[in-house]
């Protein structure tokens, strides 16, 4: 049984960096896709970054240039580094890992940015 365990939430102020961590454990599984979302209340989750196994990394718009996904394969860890955070950037950020059938989410971690 898989399970994705987050950590480094947290609060930061304005213009400060978090970095972000999610594990796999449970079993050896290799994920086509691990990503990021983030969600706020009464919002629909949002894709915040995700990369493949070959290498591609893709992000949605508002955080090109301040956010950086990477991944550690023999690790099964992905981390979100993120960089001058705004307080826009307050949500409940979820790990997602995907394989070619299965789709797995971590239980989210809090970031929260002051003005």
């Known amino acids: 049984q898989v399970q994705l365990v987050e950590s480094g939430g947290g609060l930061v102020k304005t213009g400060g960096s978090l970095r972000l961590s999610c594990a796999a454990s449970g079993s050896p599984v290799s994920f086509n896709i691990m990503a990021w979302y983030r969600q706020v209340p009464e919002k629909q989750r949002e894709l915040v970054a995700s990369t493949s196994t070959g290498g591609r990394t893709d992000y949605v718009d508002s955080v090109k240039g301040r956010f950086t996904i990477s991944r550690d394969n023999a690790k099964n860890t992905v981390y979100l580094q993120m960089d001058s955070l705004k307080p826009e950037d307050t949500a409940v950020y979820y790990c997602?890992?995907?394989?070619?059938?299965?789709?797995?989410w971590g239980q989210g971690t809090q970031v929260t940015v002051s003005p």
């Open positions: 997602n890992a995907q394989t070619t059938m299965w789709i797995y």
